[in-house]
Structure formats: C-alpha cells, structure tokens
C-alpha cells in the first residue's frame, strides 16, 4: 500500500475524490450544454453563506448546513426565473454577490472561524470526514439512478425545452431535480475542492471530454473518466509534492484540458486540408 | 342559403375564441379555427402577428387566458401531445452539446430507453429510412450543433415523423432554408402529407407554397382576419384586411368551379365556411 493511504485523511479524500469526481464530470456534460457554468459557480458562493450560519446555529460540521442554504438558494433562483422577467444571469449575479456578503459578514461576527476563511474558499482536504463520504456516496448514488433511468428526458430536455415538453417529458419537475441534484454535487465538491475552485471540477471534465467526443455516449463516458482522473489524480499529486488539495486537483484537470484543446485543434486543421502538402 | 357539407368530417383540431396576453400586449384576441383530419392548414399573417403563440398554444406551451382547445376532441395533455409532431420555429443547440443526429433520433424512439442509444439494427434501419425520405441520411452520424438551418429542420422532421405522429405542427419551416432548397422542401412536406394522411398545420410568409399546396387558409392578425381556401384569401383585398397594407396577390389562374370545393366543418354559429371575415 502506497505510504499515503496509510494516512486516515488521505483515505477519507481520496474515497470523496473517486465519488465526487466522475459524479461532477457526469453532470457537468448536461451543465455545459445547459450554459449552466454560471449556476454552478453561485450555488459554490452560496456555501459560503451556509458554513457561516452553520456555525452560529452550532453546527460543528458545516457540510449539513451548507447543502440546506445551497438547496434553498437553487429553488430561489428557479423560482425568480419563472416569476420575473430577469435574465437568469442576472438573477444568479445578484444571488452570489449577496451570499458572498452575508457569508462574509456571518463568519466576522465568530473570529475564531474567521481564520479558516480560506480553507472554505480553496478547500481542505483534512476536514473531508467520513459523514462527507458517506453523504457523497449516497447523493452519488442517487445521481448515477435518476441520470440513467431519466438519460433520454434529460437529453431533450437539454436540446430543446419545448420539444422536450412536446416529446412528452415533464419539464418542469425533471428541471427542478436536475437542479437540485447538480446542487447537491456542488455542495458537496466545496468541502474537497473549495468554494472558489470547484465549477472547475464541473466544467472542465465535460469541456476536455467535449474536444475528443463525436457524439453524446462518448461525451458522457469520457466526462465521467476524466472527472475521476482530474480529482483523484490532484489529491494523489498533491501528497508528496505537499500542495494544498483544490489547487492541484484543478490544475490537473486544466492540464488535461489544454491536451483536449490541442488535440481537437489538430484535428480539425487535419479535417480541412484535404489535399495533401506537395512534397518538396 | 345553407350548404351543410356533405359527410361530416372530424376535426383534428378546434380552437374556440382564444384570448392569449403577453405582458402588455394582448396577442390573440379570440381565435377561432377548425382543422379537418388529413388537411394541410396554412395560418399565415405579419411579423408579430401571433402565429407562434397560436403554434405554442396548441402544443399546451402557452397557458390560454379565455377559451378552448381541443386535439381529436380532448384537450391538451400529454397522451394527445404522442399524437403531435413538432418542428420549432428556431431551435439553438448549443455547439459545446455532442448530441449526434443518430443519437437525437433515437430519443424519440421508446426501446432506446435504458440502452445509453445502443442502436439496435431494427431501430437503425428504422432511423436511416426515414432520414432517406427527407434526403438527409449522410447526416446520421453529424454533431446536432453543426448542422446548418435547413439540414436542421429536416433533421428536426424526421425526429417529429419518428413518433409516428396523427398531426404535424411547422412553425415556418423553411425559416433558414434557400430558395430552391425551400421549394423542395415544401414538396417533401406535401408528399409526407399524402403518403401517410397527416394532419398539417403550418405557418408560412410563403404565399405560393401556401396557395400551391395549403387545402385552407387562415389569416391571422390577432384575431382570424379572414380564411378560405387559398384562391380566396390570396387575393388582393384580404391580404389588405390581414396584413392592414396592400400587399401583392399571389397571381394565380382561376379554376373552374366551385370555389368550396373542401368539405369543411364550419366555425360554430355558422353554417358556411365565410371566405372573407373581416373585422
Ligand atoms: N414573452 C413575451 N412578452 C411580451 N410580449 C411577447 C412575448 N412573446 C411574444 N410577445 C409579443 O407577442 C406578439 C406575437 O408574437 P409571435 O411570436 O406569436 O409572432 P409571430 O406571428 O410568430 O411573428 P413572426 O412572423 O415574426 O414569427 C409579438 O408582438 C411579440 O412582440
Ligand atoms: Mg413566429
């Protein structure tokens, strides 16, 4: 056995790593084609709001508060969608920068928390604890069934929302769920990966993926791969190199990113230039 | 003077006295239309006019704020909507969305249901057949995202002519699609129309595709302005009363004969099909 994993925290991320990853990069194929990068990035925000108040309630651990205000906020921002005439970037603009406030404020008002501000922020990997994992198994398991039992609904649903409703699917509660379930995910992946960091375990496993797919199967495949790679790679890498766990986990999944990009980039100039350049 | 029509023909679809408002602006004022099973219907009328809000009403997309619909009799839910095929106006796909054609086909096929898309041959040759009929089976394994316009709105038929549908809605399908390329196409929908009896409902700026192939007319600004069969309402004077400017007829010879010579159910009240409904 590897010396690290004889290390119980290494255990317990590694484990949240390998449950959160291929789960962000399955759901970040239907949150890249949705344009819902955005989304992700306040529903992250919004932890910040649920770890401070989480805390003056008398929480020890935040991760239960933390996914409560992220559910909270995602239904808030459903509900603004359908009942006023905002663009959704607005809405969702106005929501991050008021929990980033509120959450600031909650957490100077307890200076003891004040200090782990930017264990929130960037992650940490020594406060993944084994309920975390346990929470992530089952929300992973709860995502593995909807998404597969729902795979064609969904699919529609992020063609076309009309001729989804046309097809027969029930917009808007599949909407609702896959909301709430990308949430959940979201809320999750803040305690590894750190608030500000982990859309980048969302996006850029389903953007990689996107440069070597031709279709959809291979998209989803290929996400779910490179979203176990990216986050169980970065905690691996960061063990001897001693980097902090989010930053590593991130810069891996970019570094795969920049191969898909040169690769796809390859490809296509391949795809253009039909006639072979004349040899000298 | 009454002339009942000779066999009493089902309705695909009856729309009675519909008000619709969106925001400030009160788009359909009452509109009243019936559509005979296994006719081609043409609604046509300026931009803004309110012919996809009508489209979405009947597909149960827009909530009606007065009146009714019916499709084959009952009102929209989803077990009439399996009866409906559907070809947006504009559809954007999303170019970072991998989604094949071959893939988005078989979405609309039941046993692809657990199978992530395995195409099994008999759904293969099911979905090559049908993009043949549209002359479209080289775009199988084409990214959605990628297709041009007009490629876009075969491929968007032949996944509504997949669900085996009784009844077809086009929101101005040649929308994207040139000029040649867009005569072709009407043709297609005609021979699809004749081949299998669907019920068509479409929307067209096309007055000669309309009066080529429509069996009867709507014109629409708000309310039902005006509708008959295509010599009727093309003419001069009811393009006037529907576009509210002088608009050029679609010249045309006159046939000969009656110029009802579609059995159609009247609007309720009324025993004659009226030609020229102004307001
Ligand atoms: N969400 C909305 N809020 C307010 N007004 C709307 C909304 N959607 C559409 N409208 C208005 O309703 C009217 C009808 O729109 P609709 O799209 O049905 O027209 P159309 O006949 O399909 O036009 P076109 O030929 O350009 O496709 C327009 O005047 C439009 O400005
Ligand atoms: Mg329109």
Known sequence: MPDFLSEPYMQRALLAAIILGPMCGLLGVFVTARRMAFFSETIAHSALTGVALGFLVGFDEPTLPVLLVCCVLAVAMLWLKEHSALLTDTIMAVLLSSSVATGVLLLKFQPNRWADLDKYLFGDILSVSWDDVRIAAVVALVVVIVVFRYLNP??????????????????????????LLVTLTVALGVRLVGIVLVTSLVVIPAATARGFATNLRQHLVLGTLLGLVGASGGVVLGYPLDFPTGPTITLTLAALFVVSLVYSRARRRRASSPLPVPQP | ?????????????????????LGDT???RGVNLQVPRGRIVAVIGPNGCGK??????????????????RLFGKPIGPEVLARVGYV?????????????????????????????WQTHRATDA??????????????????????????????????????????????????GVDTPGEHSFYELIASIHRRLGLTVVLVSHDLGMVFRHAAWVYALNGVVCCEGPPEEVLD????????????????????????????????????????????
């Open chain 2, 1 to 21: 003077m009454t002339l009942e029509p000779a066999t009493p023909v089902e309705n695909a679809l009856e729309v009675e006295d519909v008000h619709v408002q």
């Open chain 2, 236 to 279: 001069a004077e009811s393009l006037k009363a529907a576009y509210g400017i002088h608009v050029a007829p679609y010249h045309h010879h006159h046939h000969a004969g009656h110029p009802h010579a579609h059995p159609v159910v009247a609007p309720p009240g009324q025993s004659v099909p009226i030609a020229f409904r102004k307001r």
């Open chain 2, 88 to 116: 947006p106006q504009r559809l954007q796909v999303d170019p970072s969305f991998s989604l094949s054609v071959r893939e988005f086909l078989a979405l609309r096929r039941r046993e692809t249901r657990f199978w992530f």
């Open chain 2, 126 to 175: 099911h979905l090559r057949e049908t993009l043949a009929e549209l002359d479209a089976v080289h775009l199988l394994d084409r990214p959605l995202a990628g297709l041009s316009g007009g490629q876009l709105q075969r491929v968007l038929i032949a996944y509504s002519l997949l669900g085996r549908p009784e009844i077809l809605v086009l929101d101005e399908p040649t929308a």
């Open chain 1, 154 to 179: 969904l699919t529609l649903l992020a063609t076309n929302e009309d001729l989804a409703h046309v097809s027969g699917v029930r917009v808007r509660p599949l909407n609702y769920a896959f909301v």
């Open chain 2, 52 to 69: 996809t809000t009508l489209l979405r009403c009947l597909l149960g997309l827009q909530k009606v704020d007065r009146g009714e619909i």
């Open chain 2, 26 to 28: 009160r788009v359909l």
